[in-house]
């Protein structure tokens, strides 16, 4: 198959400043604080970056985050401006508040591994007895991460904690606990007119050079959610079956199914053309039935040359 992939990018936009390379996104400032964001097609699971590119996974990330971010403008202000090309994302720069906030509606994830380990509080919330696996919370909860000082693992941390290390001020933390509900609340019924339900997601705020909170980085995608299929999922919990789902999950299953979990000492195993292929289906089934809209393809002849044309193009605007 060989398909073209965007695996990295090393772009010189007009009037540049500095360029941050995460493990898939590659983010470009430039003058008057406006940041370039590219989408690669890198795959990321236990904190490595695959050989290999998922042919159009920066593609549908990127248009997905925009649909949802375009869908919640009302509720909540964001950092995007425009997207000038399928793969881009053009904002406004912010200085990025240090913690993720994590929304869970299920006890899925993460939550269920702590249950299953005798955990009943999460990030310093209360987590109720008697719960199954995917079972849904009373009341989503809020379960805060914190990019840790070394290294890319995030770490559990409670509002307390937050609050006491300064982290983030008392004043700004309760809009970001308000907005965070608003989103999820709005994803739930975004999630809910396609068939799906949002079991738990990761939103990301920043401050603007004006003092505004607005949300930044990539919402309700695959990659920073995760979805249940509604139809079946009574059923499935009533006969403890797992659940339905749509998000990278599948992939860590592949990786961990042929001996990979990050580990040290173990190595990636080889994705064939094949499973490359298979990978990039997915994530166009996830596009589709996240948004509720047919995919296109867009031109992959020559990636990085119209991404450089498309850009330009808008900067010089």
């Known amino acids: 198959m060989g398909m073209n992939t965007l695996m990295s990018t090393d772009f010189n936009f007009p009037g540049q400043k500095s360029v941050y390379k995460g493990k898939v996104r590659e983010v470009y400032t430039l003058e008057n604080d406006v940041l370039v964001m590219v989408a690669t097609d890198r795959l990321s699971a236990f904190d490595v970056v695959m050989p290999k590119g998922i042919p159009f996974k920066g593609q549908i990330l990127n248009q997905i985050a925009t649909k949802m971010m375009e869908a919640t403008t009302d509720i909540v202000p964001n950092w995007l401006m425009a997207t000038p090309d399928p793969n881009v994302a053009v ?41 199954k696996e995917n079972d849904k919370f009373p009341e989503p909860i809020i379960t805060p991460a914190t990019k840790a ?30 907005y965070t509900r608003a989103l999820f609340q709005r994803g ?35 990659d920073s959610s995760r979805y249940f299929y509604a139809d079946g999922y009574q059923k499935r919990q ?26 040290e000492g173990q190595s990636v195993p080889e994705m064939s053309d094949d499973y490359i292929e298979s990978v990039s289906n997915r994530y166009i089934e996830l596009y589709e039935n996240i948004t509720g809209e047919q995919f296109e393809k867009s031109d992959i002849s020559n990636l990085q040359e119209r ?11």
């Open 91 to 131: 904002g406004k720069a912010c200085e990025p508040f240090k913690v993720e906030m994590v929304i869970r509606g299920y006890m899925s994830g993460h939550a269920a591994r702590e249950y299953k380990a005798g955990k009943r509080l999460l990030c310093g919330v209360p987590m109720p007895e008697g719960m």
């Open 149 to 178: 000082e070394k290294g890319d693992h995030d770490e559990d941390i409670s509002k307390e904690d937050i609050l006491r290390r300064n982290i983030v001020s008392k004043e700004d933390y309760e809009v970001l606990e308000k």
């Open 188 to 222: 739930t019924e975004i999630a809910a007119e396609r068939g799906l339900i949002l079991v738990d997601t990761k939103y990301e705020f920043g401050k603007t050079k004006e003092g505004e909170i607005v949300l930044i980085d990539e919402i309700h995608t695959p």
């Open 238 to 263: 009533e006969k403890g079956e797992p659940q339905k789902q749509l998000s990278k999950e599948f992939v860590r299953q592949w990786l961990i199914s042929n001996g990979f979990q990050g580990l």
């Open 307 to 317: 991404i450089l044309t498309n850009v330009t193009a808008y900067l010089a605007k």
